[in-house]
């Protein structure tokens, strides 16, 4: 027996979804969902970490919903749900919180990065966030989880935590027949949860800033001209490509060129990424040229492929009613095979009554 080939991921609803999320997550679950049974899930419950307006959540919530459907995610054939739906996330995130240590947590970077000098005052559920994490994975003991380099320490953590639980509960998994044999370093135990691979892949991973390429895109930058959000129309794509800060040096022919010109590696990535193709050919085509060549090329690619998403967002996001029961559906047929998981993992921990 070995486990069933599973994909899941998820995007916070914390505000307006943008070129970076769409590179780095969305057009990747639509190309897996081709490939495997997918579980795409809009993680509201690891959006409350900071403080977030209860009606902005909601919309937010509605906003990411509509993106994965304009986007191409069939809803029918795989799950899309929001996590609040799915009360077992939270119980067997308490159960990984039993289970990690405080010292795999206080290495994880993002917290130190969100919580900033004023760690005493950032909520518990930022610290314990990556628990959550692990929780959302392998409450469907998913196999495959695509992700953007900024989440590859918390899939990590995921992949520690299902270890340490396979091999605490090893002889109680095997004597419930609730598992399967597998390798743990040089041991061999009976295992629950799978070592969840990480799926990392493609250009433009991780999409930078347009105003400094040297920073992440981000939702909360203060300057919306540093991202493409996806509801932008044609025209506001077009001028923030125009108006994205690059150095005064033509192109390079080859990718080592790109080393330390960060505007222009990003600029350069995120035409690779659009056109499905590599940075080499890209700068096979556009290497000696000015960016006054090339710019107007880019915005025309993005404008060509973001556009009719932006479009079909919206029309999306006008039927509210479409999306809730989307979300309805979802989230029922989630909570059944997260139960399944939960009821082996009651007995295998020794509480009563399941």
């Known amino acids: 027996m070995s486990f069933k080939k599973l994909v899941f991921s998820g995007v916070q609803p914390t505000g307006n979804l943008h070129l970076g999320n769409y590179l780095g997550a969305i057009r990747k679950f639509v190309a897996l969902q081709e490939q495997s049974d997918c579980i795409y899930c809009v993680v509201d419950m690891h959006a409350i970490t900071m403080w ?3 009606a902005e959540l909601e919309k937010s919530t509605r906003e990411v919903t509509a993106a994965f459907l304009a986007s191409g995610i069939d809803p029918k054939a795989h799950i899309v749900f929001n996590q609040s739906r799915v009360m077992q996330h939270a119980e067997l995130a308490w159960v990984f919180n039993c289970v990690a240590r405080m010292g795999w947590l206080n290495k994880m970077t993002q917290f130190k990065d969100k919580a900033g000098k004023d760690r005493e005052n950032a909520s518990v559920g930022l610290f314990a966030y990556p628990n959550l994490m692990a929780a959302d ?13 900024d989440q590859k320490q918390h899939l990590e953590l995921t992949r520690e935590i299902a270890q ?9 998994i095997r004597d419930l027949g609730a598992g399967v044999e597998m ?19 493609g250009e433009a991973t991780r999409v930078m800033s347009l105003r400094d390429g040297t920073k992440k895109m981000s939702k909360s930058d203060p300057s919306d001209l540093s991202r493409i959000n996806l509801t932008d129309d044609a025209d506001t794509i077009a001028k923030k490509i125009r108006k994205a800060k690059t150095d005064p040096q033509p192109l390079p022919s080859e990718t080592e060129g790109l080393k330390e010109r ?19 050919d890209v700068l096979s085509q556009f290497g000696g040229q000015q960016f006054s060549v090339f710019k107007p090329a880019l915005a025309d690619l993005a404008v060509d492929k973001l556009a009719p998403i932006a479009s079909e967002m919206r029309r999306i996001s006008a039927d509210q009613a479409y999306v809730d029961a989307v979300l ?10 997260a139960e399944a998981t939960m009821k082996d993992v009651r007995r ?3 509480w009563l009554g399941n």
């Open 328 to 337: 309805k559906d979802g989230g029922e047929r989630a909570s059944a095979l």
């Open 183 to 201: 390798k743990s370093g040089e041991e061999t135990v009976h295992g629950f949860f799978p070592i969840t691979e990480p799926v990392i892949e």
């Open 52 to 54: 977030q307006e209860p």
């Open 348 to 350: 295998i921990i020794g």
């Open 137 to 149: 994975i392998l409450v469907y003991r998913a196999t495959h989880v695509p992700v953007g380099d």
């Open 164 to 172: 340490k639980f396979n091999h605490d509960y090893s002889d109680r």
């Open 262 to 280: 960060p505007d222009a590696d990003n600029l350069v990535g995120i035409y690779a990424a659009l056109a499905e193709t590599t940075r080499e």
